[in-house]
């Protein structure tokens, strides 16, 4: 018997970018075709951005626990957000939440660690970027942390949010991304962390100067693995 998987969902390309994940990397483990039972809540993501938008962080973490709730109500024993920025509301929405989740932050580090790197580069929105999901978990993993600048952060989050959430995916901006974790590298970066969880499909390993932790499909495969495990 495998654990049924609840995704929390916020924006729909990493959603989906998770799932397939789930569902194409189990029949290595459990058998062909073989997956663990998943389903999946998402609100609106405008929902969700008048939130962030207005720092609205208990309004982010009560719809999270809105799709906990659901997704627990036809059988998901734990769940995963698959989605770095409201990760910030995830100390709120767990204390209401009746199933036990996994951090994706968590998730990063304990890769990060066992391959050891010391010194992440950090991208994803702006509100990651400059806010507490990673700094807390990576420096609880004994592992330092650095952002773009301003000027970077910004564009990266114009990408983002005018692009990848809405499947639009540019040479221009993978060229740009590359230039950012270029940068990261000449600053002492050893790897850096997708923490936007479009971005992987946009940057491959292949695009990038420094190892990344793809943060989507590392959380996928974390799901993967406790649900499978006994």
């Known amino acids: 018997m495998t654990k049924h998987i609840g995704i929390v969902a916020c924006s729909a390309e990493g959603a989906a970018l998770c799932y397939r994940t789930i569902c194409t990397e189990a029949p290595r483990l459990m058998g062909r075709y073989a997956h663990p039972e998943v389903t999946m809540h998402t609100h609106s993501l405008a929902d969700y951005m008048r939130a962030i938008e207005a720092k609205d962080w208990e309004g982010v973490a009560g719809l999270m626990i809105s799709s906990a709730k659901k997704v627990a109500s036809v059988g998901a024993e734990f769940a995963i957000c698959p989605d770095n920025t409201i990760h910030q509301a995830f100390d709120l929405a767990v204390k209401q939440s009746p199933i036990p989740w996994l951090h994706i932050a968590e998730v990063v580090a304990e890769e990060a660690k066992r391959h050891g790197y010391q010194y992440l580069g950090v991208l994803g929105t702006r509100y990651l970027m400059e806010g507490p999901v990673y700094p807390g978990k990576l420096s609880a993993a004994g592992i330092r942390h650095r952002i773009p600048e301003k000027a970077d952060r910004e564009r990266i989050n114009e990408i983002i949010f005018d692009e990848l959430v809405a499947g639009i995916f540019t040479a221009a901006s993978r ?24 971005i992987p499909l946009l940057i491959t390993q292949k695009e990038s100067s420094l190892p990344v932790l793809d943060s989507t499909r590392l959380l996928a495969r974390a799901a993967l693995r406790k649900a499978i495990s006994k």
């Open 175 to 198: 060229i740009y991304f590359s230039k950012v974790i270029n940068k990261l590298k000449k600053e002492g970066c050893d790897a850096v962390v997708l923490g936007c969880t479009e």
